[in-house]
């Protein structure tokens, strides 16, 4: 995969968060062999350069909030258990404005896997069977 503006290391941590957040297996495809990295990078390819730089600035806190929380090691160095313990953590605190950055990190990682084509379809959502009738309906209504 090509990324336009996140660094690899970014894109890792971001998978990593991701994984943690949504925990997809078994039943639904890994993080991995969705866009879920690839939605993201082109979502801040698009944002203002302010927003970019607070998204990825969010990514860093994410991968050395374990740390922070006295577990020892980076979010990607920890076991699976360890990185969903971390993140609840995190967000366990009195400070609102955690626990906010916690719930956008969260709603992102939930967009970017969940908006996958395949998982979608996995789900029994299909975009282009709804995008069809929406273009028919309109047709049959004589609107544009």
């Known amino acids: 995969m090509t990324l336009k503006v996140l660094t690899p290391r970014e894109a890792s941590i971001f998978a990593c968060v ?7 297996e078994p039943l639904l495809p890994p993080v991995r062999d969705t866009d879920a990295v690839a939605f993201l990078d082109r979502w801040l390819a698009a944002s ?33 258990d360890e990185r969903a313990v971390a993140l609840e953590r995190a967000g366990a605190g009195t400070r609102p404005e955690v626990k906010a950055l916690l719930k956008l990190m969260k709603s992102i990682a939930f967009l970017a896997y969940y908006g996958d084509d395949a998982v979608m ?24």
């Open 18 to 24: 991701c994984d943690t957040v949504v925990a997809p």
């Open 48 to 80: 203002p350069r302010l927003n970019r730089a607070g998204l990825r600035a969010l990514i860093y806190a994410a991968e050395l909030a374990p740390r922070a929380l006295g577990l020892g090691h980076r979010l990607r160095a920890l076991r699976e």
């Open 121 to 144: 379809a996995r789900l029994g959502y299909d975009a282009d069977a709804v995008v069809r009738r929406g273009r028919e309906l309109r047709v049959k209504e004589a609107r544009p």
